[in-house]
């Protein structure tokens, strides 16, 4: 009939309407007549009702009521609504005249109808709303112009917000023309009457249409291959591309909304939202559940991934969070935040190192901690080659102490932080991380095996394996943005290196799903969780896009030099290595990865020669030990070409 017809909602809003119009001219009659409602029913109310509801039908057909969203009903629907059933009545009349000459119709009739139909149709609207938004006060606003014009992408709760509140402020600083719904399902429908006008596909016939000065992204999450695409075509044209805070920021705390009329509150694309990718659905119910109320460690608590579990366990209100770190003004940091916004949380900050066994073990007798999550690590891969003995006693050692001091403390459970590189490591911080790997992984077995005659809960020891994680220590974003600071140029070591990134809340989020998989799977011992990175991202399209959302123009403004790669790096990261077979879990972004099991027993004896060469400084030793402890240790033989460029 119309476009909006073809949306399954606004067919069943007609459906609704019509029904109503059918019903509003016999209770109108009735209201209007009372006990008399039979003689005059016997009369005309088949042709009234006929006629009523053909002229409804025709009216509402071409009204333009079914652009609008119930969800969002508001002043401007109302007014759709009033002169939709004004033009109802208003035909209806001489219609009727022709059928039954209005001999027996009481003149009020017509206009106790327009009154009843108006309520019929406005009230389920607005009572949805509030229903939806449990409040009042929003649902009777007007729209209003602003400056700057701005097209959203995206067609929810944030664009209707946002929406909303630019027409209550008359000095909001924004005009929105139009908006763009990024699956195509609500374009042809309208929100406080400005319409959805095209899917993300069709963004570009948007723009020259609407001709905004600003394009912004509403929602939290949207895809980084989106993003980037988006931010393309607004430097082709010439416009930003910002995006919304989220929701919860919108509302202001109070749920009034008011920052979002300042031109503060929207804030400039980020490298996560370029890298960003689907919302993995987390159970942080029963992450809560695994923390709360209970004794909990984590190691290499000053650093990127440590402090943000910190964090995030702080959160699930623990017995108690022992903080443990080498690094004292880190550790102060991290300790400072948790004061900060969980004041009454008991916290301890322990300053201690992780390959000292004495320490861990004094640590975990007086903490008696039920789970521990060990982040302490070195992960700066050409730093850790040029130090392979300061690798081996941090990355296997120390990971070996927290274990068997976990085992020997009674900790119910113990999270292995890993990393990509483990796999086909090509360099000694992948080997070490690898090997630190195996110990917990046999480990994990020798206490699932164990007879439960023993009476001792066993130990569950969880390994979990992600790519880079954005921002943090060592990593390229903060490298590329201090270059692009200065000046550039900014450094690529290969044009065709990709690496795997994910955002550092999302990967602990997923590290602490896996740990609540992990105590409840059985069959997951001994295997190792994955993270699902998404597609890995090719470095030198990283470095472009970074300088574009500066403002600048690569090699023009920004220069980028190939340096070559450096010590133990590689092209491409692999998450899985090819004798690993994967399978799903419960929770759609972690899969579990079963590697090769090595003998408990064997890699004790390794590794106890490994801790010997290295306390000793014998370097090459302690290489050459690596590489027969983990087989798969490969070190790349550099393209001098690839190197020079």
Known sequence: MLRPFKIRPARVAFFHDVVMAAASFPLS???????????????????????????AVLVFSLSGMYRGIWRYAS??????????????????????????????MPRSLPLINWFVLLVLLGGPRFSYRIFK?????????????????VLLVGAGDEAELFIREQARDRGAPFKVVGIVDEKGRRVGREIHGVAVMGALSEVETVIAATKP?????????????????LLAITERLGLTLARLPRLSELKDGD???????????????AVEDLLGRAQTWLDREAMAALVRGRRVLVTGAGGTIGGELVRQIAAFEPARLALLDNAEFHLYQIDMDVARHHPDLDRVAILGDVRDRARIDDVMRRESPE????AAAYKHVPIVEMNPNEGVLTNVVGTRNVADASLNAGVELMVLISTDKAVHPSNVMGATKRLAESYCQALDLQERDAPESTGDKPTRFVVVRFGNVLGSTGSVIPLFQDQ???????????????????????AVGLVLQASVLGVGDVGASGKIHVLEMGEPVRILDLARQMIRLAGLVPDEDIVIQYIGMRPGEKLHERLLHESESRMTTACEGLMLAAP???NLTALQDVIDDLEANARARNGEQTRALLHGAVPEFQEPVLDNADADR
């Open 213 to 229: 000065r600003r394009v912004i992204l509403t929602k939290e999450r949207t895809g980084g291959e989106d993003v980037r695409a």
């Open 29 to 55: 009659l009735y209201l209007r007549v009372g006990p008399d409602f039979d003689y005059f029913a016997d009369a005309f109310l088949v042709e009234g009702v006929a006629a009523f509801t053909v002229t």
């Open 596 to 598: 090769r099991i090595a």
């Open 484 to 506: 692009i600071a200065r000046g550039g140029p900014i450094t690529v070591t290969h044009p065709e290196m990709t690496r795997y990134f994910m955002t550092v809340r999302e």
């Open 133 to 149: 938004d449990r409040r009042l006060d929003h649902v009777l606003e007007m729209d209003d112009s602003a400056r700057m014009r």
């Open 75 to 104: 002043t401007k629907d109302l007014i759709t609504i009033t002169k939709a059933v004004s033009l109802v009545v208003v035909v209806f009349v001489p219609v009727l005249f022709l059928v039954t000459r209005l001999e027996d």
């Open 371 to 374: 789970l521990v999550f060990h």
């Open 255 to 269: 749920g009034s909304g008011s920052n979002t009329g300042n031109e503060s509150s929207i804030r400039p694309i």
